[in-house]
């Protein structure tokens, strides 16, 4: 964490070094600093009671993905809530999980890598687990152990299976062999004396649980074609984060984290996995409320809000739409005449339509925030949920970075109700 980040304030933790800014919730940041930059509210509580809930609900190792947000601040929280492993795919990734957490264990479990990266995660980050879905990649990874004489008894080979699922965000199509296939990788690996793991990542936001017990099913399928012992089945990620719901386009209620995990728990019992050891790899389910980010409205012209903020910095995980985030109007008191009726009690709620902080003229949410119609030029909207895939994904694109924290006690949900739900960008194509 560098200095630069975080306006001066007493320490946040006894551990860390800089001060960051607290506050009890987002409104009571906004109208004490003013701020006309986004400011990302971080809520240290949540995210070390969310990573706990998914720890004791989930009967396996819980490596959690560090792509979802690898912010020193998160991987610092997550180490001190008990998370003794850590999902990495890069170099940056397996230092970051390092220096959070110097005992934790690292799997590498990104299927395609480069040979110096592979070289790097074994000999000096003495990473002992990844996961491949090609022959090619058993070919690299032998070189490394033979080069570094390791004992391939030491290492576990994850072979990624390709599974199909109903995700918000479908990754299937990317990594993963078929069935057949990935039979045949097993017994290469098993034939070269080392360990054979099975995983698979359904995608991320699954709301079905069924998607999962279709993957475990498969993966049973590749284990007894294969013949080989399996030392153990990652699950992968997906599990959901809650966001809002559209009230004008009622949609099924999500199931409960615990539904899904015992849905998940019934195939792999009823697949002869029982006995198998577990890992999972979740990001968004343990980091997503963890988050909300402040921003400003720049300029209301008729039924448009401007902001600070856009599809280039915090908002870009909402490309497929498929994710409402929830919001919440906190008007300037500093504005005493507003527009509208019931200025008093904020007006109706409208909807209306945002757009980014830069020039590119896709960068516009293609459905609207529902605000009191008195919102204004200078009032701020606090965006809640926004912990995974925002800060990872923000950009520098037209000199705009949003880089300021502040810590918050209370979830974004709590005191007063958010007011209107914020219905993200499908990118590329722009609705209504
Ligand atoms: C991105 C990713 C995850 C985390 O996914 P979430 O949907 O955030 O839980 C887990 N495993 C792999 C292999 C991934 O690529």
Redesign the pocket.
Known sequence: MSQSRFASAPPPTATAAVATPRFASGREAALELRPDQPVYCFRPHVLAADARAFVEAFPGKTAY?V??NGEPMVLDVLARAGIAAF?VASPAEFAAARAAAPGAELLY?HPVKAQSDIRLALEHYRIRATALDHEDEVAKIVRIVRALDLDPEDLTLFVRIASKGDAAYE?SKKFGAAPGHAAELLQRIHGIGIKCGLCF?VG??VEDPDTYARAVAVAAEVRAAAGVPIVALDV????PATYARNPRRPAPPMPPLDQIISGLMGAVERNGFAGTPLVA?????IVARSFSVIVRVLLKKGQRLYINDGIWSSLSDSWTGKILLPVRHIPDPARRHRPGRGAQAGGRIEPFRIYGATCDSVDVLSRPFYLPESVDTGDWIEIGHIG?YSLSLRTRFNGFYPDTFVEVETPFEAGDAPEGFAEPERRGGVEE
């Open positions: 993905a792509k979802t999902d479990m990754l990542h991320s936001q992968g990620g997906g599990f790899e979740p990001g968004r389910v995974a």
